[in-house]
Structure formats: C-alpha cells, structure tokens
C-alpha cells in the first residue's frame, strides 16, 4: 500500500553549478574502486570458480549464475534509484550498497555452488545500490556542458578499474582477488563520500496509495520520451553484442583459440589490458570533443559501428593476436559509447530529470538486460551447424547486433 509514495515524483531541480576538480577525481576513482570489485568476477572469477566447482557442466552453470545476476541487478538499479530520489539523498544508498556488496564478493571466494550463486546475487544487489546512486550524481552535480568531460573520466577509470579485477584475479588467489577488490571498492566509495555535500532535494510528498497510479509514474512511456527511448534501445542492442563475447571469452580462447587451460587467465589479463587502453583514449578523447563540438549522436553512432566491426573481426580471427585486434576495436567503441551515451541520455530524462535516478536506474535496463540476455542467446548461436561449439557464428551475431544499435540512433531529433 506504500508504493505508490515511494515512487512519487519530486519537482525538477535546480541546474547544477560547475563541478569542481576534487568531486570530479572522486566521482571517477568511484567508478574505479566498484568496477574493479563488480566487473572481476564475470571477467574472470566466475567462469574460473565454476570450473573448480562442476568442469563437466561448466557451460550451463555459469550461464545460470550470470542470468540470476544480471536480472537481480536489473530490478535493483531503478528501485534503489526511486527510493533515493524520494528521500532526496545519495549517501545512504552509496554505503548501505557497498556494505551489501562486499559480503556477496566473501560469500562468491568461497564454498560450493549454491553459495556462490546467492553470493553474487548478493553482490550484484549491492553493488547495483551503489551505482543507482552514482549515476544520479552526474545529474545532480554536473552541469550538461561538462558532463562529457567528467563521463569520460569515469569511463578511463572504469577501464582502468576492469583492469585492475583482471591484475588481481591474474596475480592473486580467489579468495584474495574477491577481497582485495572489495577494499578498492570501499576506499574509494568513502572518498566520494568526503568530496560533496548532498544538495538538499526535496523529498517526494506521499500521495494516496493508487498502485495504477504508482505504475505509471515509475515506468516511462517511450511515445512521451522517444529519443530516451531510442538511446536505451541502441545501448541494449550494442551491450548485448558485447555481452555476448565477454561471458564466452574465456571458453573461447581455452575451445577455440586453444590457449592451454594455465595461460587463459594471462590471455585474458592481456586482451583487457589491450581493451583498457583503447577505451581510455576513446573515453577521455570522445568525451572532450562531445563537450567542445555540442554534438553527441555522431559519436554514439560511430562507437556501436566501431563496436560491429571488432566483434566481426574476433569471429574471423585465427589466433590470440586476430583476438587482440578485435578487443582493440570494442575497446575504442566501448570507450566512446560510454563516454558520450550517459553525458546524452541525461539530456533526454522525462519531467526534466525531477526522477534522475529512477530513470537513469531503467536506463541501466540497456546494460544489464543484455547480462541475461546473452547467456540465453549464446548456446543457440554456438550450437549452430552441429558439433563442436561455433564461436564464428558467436562472434558474428554479436557483430549484427551492435550494427542494429548503431541504426537505433538515426531517428534521434532533440540532440544533435
């Protein structure tokens, strides 16, 4: 009977002033802290723990693990987001997350199956609070003029962060690997936390409980907000492309490529340091020149073409080094996309952003659906033409999907 005041709307804030270089380091180095402890155990750990768990069935539990995980992750972002937006604060739901996701990351180091699953669960409801949180902050803090600037240092340092999950898990045991991530995760959060103050929003005034009424307020209708609607879908047709290369890497370089079981972590440490630096450059780069130009929907365009174009290139590729060619490829889009995407949907956020974290929560729907997505979708395309597992037709299908996400973007008219 309550959720219809949960999700009641606020009116639009004010536009923020210039955000200054101590938050903007803060809010960057946040990104890096929870995506070295989020983005390590997908990229590696999980498929490695898995393994060490149930080799025989490896495949299809590590497909369940990453679906239970990707659809915790896609209910949590939104509704943490409309609850923070209705209390008018984000402090409380960057700590409670981070609390939530560091005891998910010691329950997934450790035990059998079962604990892992609820581990990661767990891990992925918390992390996901945090970030329903962070997220907010661009709007909150950023004025639109600087935001592809400030997005793209947080897109660098959430390559260098993907980075670091993959040094540890290269260089450290499991169970070291999870934990140090957690701490990263921790220091940074709490630095974030030192470098603003919460600027007072109002908090939603409660209404009659009307659950139609809640319905409708928390979902968006894409015919009043087409072009939110054309960049969500455009990010999930991209993600999803991408998602399904990065969930299978690992049994792709091992099945494929045939990179002995012993050298896949320092195969995979090294296709994400080649990514790191193409995406470093297109992030800082692209998000600069978004800014400078007053121009977002070219770029966007052109990362999820550049995205098509590596996965293609990887389904071609012979060896580890056609690998690596094609990781440079989706790290230059991937940089690019992530730089300039938030920096325009936040442009785009019905009743003037006056619900930026609820809707930057269901906006997030493009990039986590496709985690559950992919794993569903990739036995079909593996398991075309018969035998053994066909990573062509993988990385093929990955490629159309990105090319369809950068076609979503032409209709765009509000944004340049």
Partial sequence: ????????????????????????????????GIYAALMMPPLIGLALRVAQIDAARKSSRLALVLSLGAAVAMATRPIAGALSDRAGRRKPWLVGGLLAGCAGLALVADGGYERLVGGWCLAQFGFNVSLAALAALLHDCVPDAQRGRVMGAAGLCMALGTLAGAALARGAGSAAAFGCGAALATVTTFALLLSFAERGTAAAPRRPPDPASAVRRFLIDPRGAPGFAWVFLSRFLATTGHALMLSYQVYYLADGLRVAPAGVPEAVFGATLV???????????????????????????????????????????????????????IGLGGG????????????????????????????NLSSTLPQAVAPALAPLLLGLGGGAANFAALMTGAAALAALGAVAVLPLRRVR
Wanted: aromatic share 12%; charged share 15%; net charge positive.
């Fill in 1 to 32: 009977m309550r959720s219809a005041a949960m999700i009641a709307t606020v009116p639009p804030p004010p536009a923020p002033a210039r955000a200054r270089a101590p938050f903007v380091l803060a809010f960057a180095l946040a990104h890096f």
């Fill in 275 to 329: 990514s790191v630096g193409s995406s470093a450059c297109a992030s800082v780069a692209g998000g600069w020149l978004s800014d400078r130009w007053r121009r977002r929907k070219a770029f966007l365009f052109a990362a999820a073409l550049i995205d098509a174009c590596g996965l293609f290139w990887i389904g071609r590729a012979t060896d580890y080094a056609g690998f690596l060619a094609g990781v440079a490829l």
């Fill in 336 to 363: 690019l996309y992530l730089a300039v995407g938030l920096a325009l949907v936040t442009a785009l956020l019905p009743r003037g952003g006056a619900d930026a974290a609820k809707d930057l929560g269901l906006f």
